[in-house]
């Protein structure tokens, strides 16, 4: 999966919700935007959206996967992430200097000239989406139905701003489909379907939406409106901080042979496999649930509270 929910920016409304979430000890700011800690009550919500849709993803039959944070950098260059989105990717550096260019790095930070300089690029990057990891996994030819993953952990986007929905590390849950371009396409309607309701059975205002990626540069444009024609992404949207500009909290995406070719992955016929995601921001539904129901969960309403601690 290649997306960033988001949505039109409503400063005004999005720095006032922030500063409820930070003056209520819900969010913990760290001097970044867009990089908080959460606190124990924000944790119990997340681990339950996970739960929930962990107990779609068993219905399913899909293998739980989990991955760290990082993801090696001859993965992520197959994924083509850095040629639609570069600006939005963080790569990792580590120091494999010697005892010399260890004192000259300690003589840069003491006089506060610039250090990064002397880092060299490491073997992984910053995880993009939780879904990449899986794809090597898949080489090779696929078993008679395809293959079906739930995988969700820390993902990583260089977009900071005072949105608390529009968080530089975030949670995401995603489950995977990867097989022939039909089961590939029913796995995201029926994907879509079920999140939506899911999602408004826990009192939030849901909608689907036809939506883009946001492509880097003049080639993003036309590859953004290719997208949306071809409806490959689709998104639950719901309000926050704007009814007016709702808030992307899931998607439905069809990559159709995206990931297919450059891994290597064949259908059980031997055509290039096709593959599909349904991507839960869980973040942003449980900022959305905050605003919806108030900043203490112990008093939401009892029906969305037994949904979610069943």
């Known amino acids: 999966m290649s997306t960033r929910l988001g949505h039109a920016p409503d400063d005004a409304a999005e720095a006032v919700f922030r500063a409820g979430l930070v003056d209520a000890g819900v969010l913990l700011e ?15 919500i997340v681990e339950a959206l996970d739960a929930m849709v962990g107990r779609w993803a068993a219905e399913l039959g899909a293998t739980a ?14 994924t083509n992430y850095l040629q639609s989105f570069p600006d939005l990717m963080g790569s990792v550096h580590v120091f494999r200097g010697d005892d010399r260019a ?7 930070v003491a006089s ?30 696929l078993p008679e139905g395809g293959r079906l993953f739930e995988i969700h952990g820390w993902c990583f986007r260089h977009e900071p701003s005072v ?11 995603e489950v995977v489909h990867v097989g022939t371009p039909e089961s590939a396409e029913r796995h995201r309607d029926q994907g879509l379907e079920r999140g939506l309701a899911m999602l408004g059975d826990l009192g939030l205002e849901m909608a689907s939406v036809a939506a883009n990626d946001p492509f880097f540069g003049r080639l993003g444009t036309i590859m953004a409106e290719g997208q949306i024609e071809e ?16 808030t992307a909290v899931m998607s439905a995406n069809c990559h159709r042979d995206h990931f297919g070719l450059p891994f290597s992955i064949e259908t059980a016929d031997g055509s290039v496999a096709h593959s599909s995601c349904v991507a839960f921001g869980v973040d942003r539904i449980a900022l959305a ?3 919806a129901h108030g900043l203490t969960p112990a008093r ?8 979610l601690w069943p």
């Open 65 to 78: 996967v989990h991955f760290p944070p990082v993801v090696s950098r001859a993965t992520f260059d197959d």
């Open 112 to 141: 506060g000239a610039d250090w990064q300089s002397l880092l060299e690029p490491a073997e992984v990057v910053l995880a993009s989406a939780s879904c990449h990891p899986v794809y090597p996994l898949c080489t090779g030819r």
């Open 231 to 246: 409806a490959l992404k689709l998104e639950g949207v719901t309000p926050i901080c704007s009814v007016e500009r709702p």
């Open 289 to 291: 649930l905050l605003h």
């Open 30 to 44: 760290t001097g970044v935007e867009g990089l908080y800690g959460h606190s124990a009550a924000y944790q119990q």
């Open 300 to 307: 939401w309403p009892a029906g969305v509270r037994a949904r």
């Open 163 to 173: 949105d608390p929905a529009r968080q530089q590390a975030f949670h995401m849950h």
């Open 102 to 108: 260890h004192s000259e790095l300690l003589r840069r």
